[in-house]
Structures are given as structure tokens and as C-alpha cells.
């Protein structure tokens, strides 16, 4: 009973061991493509590379590409046998199965197996693509049949080829870190970019330092390029620098400082509408137009700053124009200033405007001023009463020379001193006829009683 047991033992031991041996050497053989990774010729070979195999007798594969980069051009010269130890394997046959794919067939007709490794086929490709371009080289619908019509199991390895010289080698990186340093008055918003991309910004308070980032670079050369916006000067400005990289590199970047231009001569204008209604005011700058407000009563318009040539004559004129729907009349005034800083002016629209030119020296033979601080303009209306100053902020000096305020088109006669001398006559007659009158009545009771 032992003996029978020990033996029965032996056998399956036996049949395991059988069972590896067969299994090992049923998924032991490759078949894969081997060409070049980089080609930078018009034409290159690959082969089908088969690795231990035993008794092979025939067999076929399909090899796949894309076509547009390169191809087989001529099927009987560009495809040769294949070759196992000392001998040869035969290529039946071959044909294309689509534009991209290729099939061939092998046979070892007068040899009962071969065993070991080789080659398949080789096959010769003509490139038809640019530099960079790249082709799978796929292997499918393989077949490997032994000499006793049996399949044998295999691997089937792809390849794929880029066109063009490899690359000269890999560059090393290194870990970049980015400070960016604001000296200027104000607190920026800053923007950062590396190699042209943006990297995002960080919004930066004066005489203050920030990090941005670490970034991994190449070995070389690298550009970093700041770029803010400054709200003294009202500029956008940019910075930028090159710097080698060659090892871990800290690098700070710092903005300029640009302070507000202490020689810019400018008016800033501002609009008041003393009239009881809503009012489109446009504005005329040295007779070019610049832009209109619809400015309610009692409000002032924002016209903003208007920025003048620093060899410009010092003298200019502002004119505003309106309709006014009481009157149905358009005006418009005309204010002439010396600007020689920055300053600002305020001109005023009157409440029913119709009499012509009343030149301020007339009333003000000196120049009106104000402030370093504060920028006022006191102005004559077309009534004969002054309008009342209004401050805005600013800096210098404003001179208002001549102030005209005209009825632009007249639809209707100017009532004046001849209509109020007329009603006067008038009044003066009527009472002279009444005491008259009261005369000759006092006289006739005076008859009547003395008789």
C-alpha cells in the first residue's frame, strides 16, 4: 500500500513537471518589430525578430503603419526573407490589406522544423514624413504553425519610429525661485512671466518683497518679465530680464518707481448745472469736441482730465453747448483760461441764458486764483449775476480771461430797458387823466353849491 502511494506520488510530480516544461516552452517564443527609434534618412529596414522557437514550419502577420509618414513602395524588392540559425524562411507571399497595412506569408517547405531565433522578414520603408513625425509599426493577426500543423503560442511585440535626428541629449532642471520687489510709492498689482507664460500676479504693497513661485528650468538661458500698472502716471509698464540657469537659482525682479509727472499741464473740468432742469451739456475743448453729460439740476458733470502739450500756448477755451427745454433755445458759453499746471476747471450752466458777451475783466479787472489745493472759477452768468464758486480737487493756479454765455439761436425779441421806459409813459398818462378828472369834478361841485 505504501509502495503504491509513494509511487502514485511520483507520477503526478512527474506529470507537474512535464506540465511546466510544456507550458514554458508553449509561451516562451517573441516575435517583435525592430527598427530604428530616429531616422533622419529617406529610407530605413526593419525586421520581424522571432526568439526561441521550436520547429517552426510556416506562418503569417500583418504589419501596420501610418502611411502618410512612411511606406512600402515596392512589395518584391522591398521585402526580403527571413533567416533562423543557417536557414533561410521564405516569404510566400505579400500584399497590401489596406493603405496602412500590409500582410505576409512564410512557408519552410523543404525543411521538417526549424528551432531557435531569427528573423521573419525584412522590410523596407521610404520616408514621407516632416521631422517629428512619428509611425506606429503594429504587428496583428499573427500565426506560427510547428511541423505538426500545430499553432504555437507567442508574443507579438510593436515597435514605432520618429523621423528626424534624436535629440542631443537631456538637459538638467533645476528649481527656479521668483522674488519680485515693489518699490514704487503705490501697492501694485504685478504681473509674472516666465519664458513669455503667464504665471499669474500677486498684488505687492510699496518697499514690500514677494514670492512667487518655485519653477522647475532647463539648464540655459530664461526670460522673467514683470509687468504692472501704475495709477500715478495712469501707464501700463513692463521689466524684463534674462538670466542663465546652471544651478538652483534664486533670482528678484523689482519694479521701477514712477511717480506722478510734477511738469504735466492738464485741466481737470467739471460742469455745474445751475438751470431747474435735466440738461445734455457738451463740452468743446480749443474747439474740438470731447464729450457730453446728461447732468441733472443742481449736480455737477465729471468731464475728466484733458492732458495739454507742454509747448502748447497756455490760453485755452472751453465752450458748453445745450438745449433748454423752458426756452427752447440752444446756448452756449465760452470760458478762456491760462492752464499752466494741473488744475481744474468748473464751468457753469445759467438758468435761461439770453444775453450775449459780458467779458469777466469787466467786473474782475484782476486775475481770479485759487489755491495750490483747491481749484475754483468764479464766472459771469448772462443775467449779470455771478455764479458761485465751486471747489474740485487739483493743484495750481486758474485764470478765467473772458467768460461768454449767447443765446445761440433767438427765436423770439430780447424784453429790454425800451419795453419797461414804455410802461412808465403809459403809467405817468393815466395818472395825469385821473387828476385831471378829480380836478374838473371838485370844480363843478364847487358851482353847484354857490348858487
Do not use: C
Not at 28 to 34: C, F, G, K, R
Not at 80 to 94: Q, R
Not at 156 to 167: A, F, H, K, R
Amino acid at each position: 500500500m505504501y509502495a503504491q502511494n509513494k509511487n502514485l506520488k511520483l507520477n503526478i510530480i512527474a506529470i507537474l513537471v512535464l506540465l511546466i516544461v510544456f507550458t514554458t516552452n508553449a509561451t516562451a517564443v517573441t516575435v517583435s518589430v525592430d527598427a530604428p527609434e530616429y531616422e533622419s534618412g529617406s529610407r530605413f529596414d526593419i525586421t520581424i525578430e522571432i526568439d526561441d522557437v521550436d520547429d517552426l514550419d510556416s506562418g503569417q502577420f500583418d504589419i501596420s503603419f501610418n502611411s502618410s509618414v512612411v511606406n512600402v513602395t515596392d512589395l518584391k524588392n522591398d521585402i526580403e526573407d527571413g533567416e533562423i540559425g543557417s536557414t533561410a524562411v521564405p516569404i510566400d507571399n505579400s500584399y497590401f490589406m489596406s493603405a496602412n497595412s500590409i500582410r505576409l506569408l512564410f512557408n519552410l517547405r523543404d525543411v521538417t522544423g526549424v528551432s531557435g531565433s531569427g528573423t521573419l522578414a525584412t522590410i523596407r520603408f521610404e520616408v514621407l514624413g516632416e521631422n517629428g513625425d512619428i509611425s506606429f509599426l503594429d504587428l496583428s493577426d499573427g500565426l506560427l504553425v510547428d511541423k505538426k500543423s500545430d499553432k504555437i503560442p507567442a508574443n507579438w511585440v510593436n515597435g514605432i519610429v520618429t523621423i528626424g535626428d534624436p535629440p542631443t541629449g537631456t538637459l538638467t532642471t533645476y528649481t527656479t525661485t521668483v522674488y519680485v520687489k515693489n518699490i514704487d510709492d503705490d501697492k501694485l498689482d504685478i504681473h509674472l512671466l516666465v519664458n513669455g507664460n503667464d504665471e499669474g500676479f500677486e498684488s505687492i504693497s510699496s518697499g514690500k518683497t514677494k514670492e512667487y513661485d518655485d519653477y522647475g528650468l532647463e539648464e540655459g538661458t530664461h526670460t522673467f518679465t514683470i509687468r504692472w500698472f501704475d495709477p500715478d502716471t495712469d501707464e501700463w509698464y513692463e521689466k524684463t530680464k534674462e538670466h542663465t540657469i546652471t544651478d538652483v537659482t534664486t533670482i528678484i525682479l523689482q519694479t521701477d518707481e514712477h511717480a506722478e509727472d510734477e511738469n504735466k499741464i492738464s485741466s481737470h473740468v467739471f460742469i455745474n448745472n445751475l438751470d431747474n432742469d435735466k440738461l445734455d451739456v457738451y463740452l468743446y475743448i480749443d474747439g474740438n469736441y470731447k464729450k457730453y453729460l446728461s447732468i441733472s439740476s443742481g449736480n455737477t458733470g465729471d468731464y475728466g482730465e484733458n492732458e495739454f502739450g507742454k509747448d502748447e500756448y497756455s490760453l485755452h477755451s472751453f465752450k458748453i453747448e445745450w438745449f433748454d427745454p423752458d426756452t427752447d433755445e440752444n446756448y452756449e458759453k465760452i470760458t478762456r483760461s491760462h492752464i499752466t499746471s494741473e488744475e481744474a476747471v468748473t464751468l457753469y450752466v445759467d438758468k435761461h441764458t439770453e444775453v450775449d458777451v459780458i467779458p469777466v475783466h469787466e467786473k474782475y479787472p484782476n486775475p481770479v486764483s485759487t489755491s495750490s489745493t483747491l481749484a475754483s472759477s468764479s464766472t459771469q452768468s448772462a443775467n449779470g449775476t455771478p455764479s458761485s464758486p465751486t471747489t474740485a480737487g487739483g493743484s495750481g493756479m486758474i485764470t478765467d480771461t473772458t467768460t461768454q454765455s449767447t443765446k445761440v439761436t433767438p427765436s423770439s425779441p430780447i424784453e429790454g430797458e425800451d419795453s419797461t421806459e414804455n410802461n412808465g409813459l403809459e403809467h405817468h398818462i393815466v395818472t395825469t387823466y385821473t387828476l385831471i378828472g378829480f380836478i374838473a369834478f371838485m370844480f363843478a361841485l364847487i358851482r353847484i353849491r354857490s348858487v
